[in-house]
């Protein structure tokens, strides 16, 4: 099993906060770091958290657990 973790911005749709993601993506295969941060990249940049992880998993094929905090609610999205 490959563990990837990497920390993300976006804006929220929500209004003009800046949320900051941690991103933990694991897989039996290897992915390219290229290919995450290219991912990332071509993400909105304005996108809620649950949609990341969603984005995340249908683009890498991988797990992807993105945990965030919002208005002092913490949250944690998996996608298997």
């Known amino acids: 099993m490959n563990t990837y973790t990497l920390e993300h911005r976006a804006k929220c749709p929500n ?35 649950e949609d990341l992880a969603t984005l995340l998993r249908a683009k890498l094929g991988a797990e992807v657990t993105v945990e965030g905090s919002h208005h002092g609610i913490h949250i944690t999205s998996t996608r298997r």
Do not use: C, F, W
């Not at 906060?17 to 990332?40: G, H, N, P």
């Not at 071509?42 to 809620?48: D, F, L, R, T």
């Open 15 to 49: 209004g003009e906060l800046i949320d900051t993601y941690q991103i933990t993506i694991r897989s039996q295969a290897t992915i390219m770091v290229e290919d995450i941060i290219k991912t990332l990249n071509e993400a909105p940049g304005k996108i809620y958290q």
